[in-house]
């Protein structure tokens, strides 16, 4: 059975740092892409971003509202997913779930599974 | 960015009632679609992909259709599990995008 479990938030004051990390299993993490998603309180689902495979060399890819300032990074041994953030804002208050992506064809490139997420609060 | 439109955006239904919501891209994303289902306080839920596959353990209740930029869900036999907000998605380019949500209510 596939397992996500995301862990690492808090309250941070904004300016701020935190890293959130995002255990896997019951699957064989190092052929998947992977994606982070977060949701205001009360709002919609956003993309975040997402990490490639080895194949694929790591590459990332990020919106707009978190470039720069939010790093994905995995490791394949330790069956792990992170999300280094930043220069942390108010408006990055969320929570932050990540998700596997099934296949690596855009045809295929759809979340089949999420973790239970983790709240991220980003006040003074 | 390709703007997702969903609608309505929410809607009031009994149990029984069949229900279909409408998710339009701003422009054409082949199949490239998903839906998700999410009740409060919980993690999404993955429901269907390419437009119009379901998940591994989605009742058949569930259909999708469409392609290209117009699109729907259609859940044929409202049950009280089924209340919760519905999310359409699309893979086909970066940056990924979420409709705004279609809030399914008890009449």
């Known amino acids: 059975e596939v397992q996500l479990v995301e862990s690492g938030g808090g309250l941070v004051q904004p300016g701020g740092s935190l890293r959130l990390s995002c255990a896997a299993s019951?699957?064989?993490?190092?052929?998947?892409?992977m994606d982070w998603v977060r949701q205001a309180p009360g709002k919609g689902l956003e993309w975040v971003g997402r990490?490639?495979?080895?194949?694929?060399?790591?590459?990332?890819e990020y919106a707009a509202s978190v470039k720069g300032r939010f790093t994905i990074s995995r490791d394949d041994s330790e069956n792990s997913l992170y999300l280094q953030m930043n220069s942390l804002k108010t408006e990055d208050t969320a929570t932050y779930y990540c998700?596997?992506?099934?296949?690596?064809?855009?045809?295929?490139?759809?979340?089949?599974?999420w973790g239970q997420g983790t709240l991220v609060t980003v006040s003074s | 960015d390709i703007q997702m439109t969903q609608s309505p955006s929410s809607l009031s239904a009994s149990v029984g009632d069949r229900v279909t919501i409408t998710c339009r891209a701003s422009q054409g994303i082949r199949n490239n679609l998903a839906w998700f289902q999410q009740k409060p306080g919980k993690a999404p839920k993955s429901l269907i992909y390419a437009a119009s596959s379901l998940q591994s353990g989605v009742p058949s209740k569930f259909s999708g259709s469409g392609s290209g930029t117009d699109f729907t869900l259609t859940i044929s036999s409202l049950q009280p599990e089924d209340f919760a907000t519905y999310y359409c998605q699309q893979y086909n380019s970066y940056p990924l995008t979420f409709g705004g949500g279609t809030i399914v209510e008890i009449k």
């Open positions: 990490t490639r495979n080895k194949a694929y060399s790591y590459t990332t």
């Open positions: 998700a596997r992506v099934y296949g690596i064809n855009w045809s295929d490139a759809y979340f089949d599974s």
């Open positions: 019951g699957f064989t993490f190092s052929d998947h892409y």
